[in-house]
């Protein structure tokens, strides 16, 4: 069944399938189990089920792979499926269809296989404990991948195992679960020589302080190798002692180079500190009664943009003041502000480069912070009535990918050694904080150095497991394209590039993308084929069949997102369109076919591509979605007309 069908064909075309054996059209079913469409999947679901009552398992293994398909609606639908057989008998056929599967497809099907539920999942704890050895060494392997309290003590048991890789990946779940009945074993196993290292690094990952006696035990008898890994997990526990403990050890170490790293953890330390009340803000601010105030100060007309959660507030010479609540303009209740109004909140926020720079250019970004009500990205600018002002509201938290809606398939992206990730969209839209997103998963899994260029800078990233450096363009360096020159000679590992606006700038972000770096970039494009085109477009045209070879290697995705108003009123949520870099799309640009890229992203559901369609859509039947601004958004209208009529249609009484 074709994707770029319309949900009515797909269900006819279902419906005659559903007529035949499910058995000679199972692959069918399955696909259509995990449609856009409620009605194709409840009507799949139902012409599945003669045959998952069956004593038939010929099905289960085509099944059983769905836990490792990148789509979550795949994997779910596949769990709800499997749920209907016994726990035992799915916990061996799990273990046989992926005995020979490595690496993230293993991981997804783990994340599969918990989604079972405890039955399953303890038959599987079950299989590692009482099965011939090398089915128990994969069910361990499989289970310890699973982070649930349930395999807390299979992980304590897996401590004391030979096999050390076994060790190794049951620290990792017991640092990541928490559980209190894994932080003595852990401790413990900082005696064993062949995996204190491992211990080590798993108690700093936990960062419990209950951890340090047993951490400065090992210390004191520990070689050096472990002293210094001992270091590492100081640095992540969150206590007043670490900094004295760090200090100690400057001076007393008999090694240099573990007393120079102390003290470079102790800098590091008092950094962190200094840039707290900065990073993470969690106050919750009430609304301020503006008409109430008899005088009202810009830190009033803060407090109350980040109380009702707008994202921008609007000064303005002769005008009211108005926030965007929602993506509305909303005016407050308040007069008009007169010039003089207007230049006693702005002038005190303005440095004397500032001055220098607005006075020059009559137009000036910069990014403002305002104590405890956190970060405002700033544009102070001059127009016929006098100066004006507009304060982005940056988020105090960077929110997950997770919290922002971002398909599953492409959390990977952050997993890339190397290559062009391209988050486009409208003015407004929330790249910044998709990037933001991207760079928080790498800062907080991968030992790197990620460097970013923005103007300005929004986000505060305190290095973590990497080391992060951010420039701002005209604090920090002359502009976009002269930090990335700068850059390939930085040692970067991640660069992200606040904005793609120029042909030097596009230029070396590819060519950084083409030497051994991950680079995220920003595009003001509607979509990801349009994105391609753009890019392209930059170059002259004599460059530009090179170019298609060169962005046919480089590019690993595009994200395309645009911001629609929730249904219930509550803000708002991103619909995200995904082009992945398939062979298929790779051909496309290299021979010029852009125009097929809509289609090719359409047929591209099984490698984690979305059209911006399907993602409005998928909204609208959770009903997360204002149906009217998505049938707006739409391409194809006449896919959204059925939920705008049930939408306008008088309520029954």
Not at 42 to 65: D, E
Not at 149 to 154: A, E, G, M, Q
Not at 168 to 191: M, T
Not at 619 to 625: P, R, S, T, Y
């Amino acid at each position: 069944m074709s994707e770029d069908r319309n949900e009515e064909a797909r269900f006819r075309a279902l419906q005659q399938i559903a007529e035949q054996p499910p058995e000679q059209n199972l692959a069918s079913l399955l696909k259509a189990a995990a449609d856009s469409s409620e009605r194709i999947r409840q009507a799949a679901a139902k012409a599945l089920q003669p045959l998952t009552a069956s004593p038939s398992t010929s099905w289960q293994p085509k099944v059983m792979a769905q836990l490792a398909d990148p789509r979550p609606e795949v994997r779910e639908e596949a769990a709800r499926l499997l749920q209907s057989q016994s726990p035992t008998f799915i916990a061996d056929a799990f273990l046989s269809v992926f005995k020979n599967v490595f690496g993230p497809p293993r991981e997804k099907a783990a994340e599969g296989y918990r989604a079972l539920g405890p039955r399953f999942l303890e038959a599987l704890v079950d299989r590692a404990g009482d099965y011939e050895k090398d089915a128990a060494n994969l069910a361990a392997s499989i289970a310890v991948m699973i982070r649930t309290p349930t395999v807390v003590p299979l992980c304590i048991r897996l401590l004391k195992q030979p096999d050390w890789w076994l060790r190794e990946r049951a620290s990792e779940a017991l640092a990541e679960i928490k559980d209190p009945r894994g932080l003595p074993p852990l401790i413990e196993l900082l005696q064993d020589r062949d995996s204190d290292l491992s211990a080590a690094a798993a108690l700093g990952r936990w960062g419990t302080p209950e951890a340090l006696p047993g951490l400065l035990a090992a210390y004191k008898r520990g070689a050096m190798d472990l002293r210094l890994e001992i270091l590492d997990a100081f640095a992540k526990i969150v206590d007043p002692r670490v900094p004295a403990l760090l200090q100690n050890i400057s001076t007393i170490d008999p090694e240099p180079v573990v007393r120079e790293k102390a003290v470079r953890m102790l800098r590091h330390l008092q950094k962190r500190e200094g840039e707290g009340a900065d990073a993470e803000p969690q106050t919750v601010f009430e609304p301020v009664d503006l008409a109430g105030l008899s005088e009202v100060t810009l830190e009033d007309l803060m407090r109350h943009a980040r109380a009702v959660h707008a994202s921008d507030l609007h000064l303005a010479v002769n005008a009211i003041p108005h926030v965007r609540l929602n993506g509305k303009m909303i005016p407050l209740p308040l007069p008009p502000l007169s010039e003089e109004q207007v230049e006693k909140m702005l002038h005190p926020m303005l440095t004397e480069h500032h001055r220098a720079t607005l006075g020059e250019t009559r137009n000036l970004d910069f990014c403002y912070r305002a104590g405890s009500l956190g970060r405002f990205r700033t544009n102070i600018f001059y127009q016929r009535k006098g100066l004006d002002a507009v304060f982005r509201l940056v988020p105090p938290v960077v929110p997950s990918l997770k919290e922002l809606g971002l398909p599953e398939s492409t959390w990977e992206l952050a997993d890339y050694s190397q290559g062009l990730v391209l988050v486009t969209g409208p003015a407004g839209s929330g790249k910044t904080t998709t990037l933001a997103a991207f760079v928080d998963l790498i800062n907080r899994n991968q030992n790197c150095h990620i460097l970013t260029i923005e103007d300005p800078i929004e986000y505060v990233h305190r290095s973590r497991e990497s080391l992060i450096n951010q420039r701002e363009v005209g604090t920090h360096t002359e502009s976009f394209a002269k930090a990335l020159r700068q850059a390939l000679r930085e040692d970067p590992d991640v660069i992200m590039v606040g904005e793609l606006r120029d042909l030097d700038t596009i230029s070396l972000a590819i060519t950084a993308s083409e030497t051994g770096h991950l680079v995220f970039g920003t595009l003001h494009t509607a979509s990801a084929a349009g994105t391609v085109d753009r890019v392209i477009d930059a170059f002259p045209a004599a460059q530009q069949s090179q170019v298609r070879q060169i962005l046919a290697d480089s590019l690993k995705a595009v994200i395309t997102q645009h911001l629609l108003p929730r249904r219930d009123g509550q803000g708002r949520i991103a619909a995200f369109e995904i082009l992945r870099n398939t062979p298929n799309i790779a051909g496309l640009i290299r021979e010029a076919k852009t125009f097929q890229i809509g289609s090719a992203i359409q047929t591209g559901a099984g490698a984690g591509m979305q059209t911006m369609d399907s993602a409005m859509l998928k909204l609208l039947q959770e009903k997360k979605v204002d149906p009217r601004a998505a049938y707006d958004r739409a391409l194809r209208k006449e896919l959204f007309e059925k939920y705008l009529e049930k939408s306008d249609a008088p309520a029954e009484a």
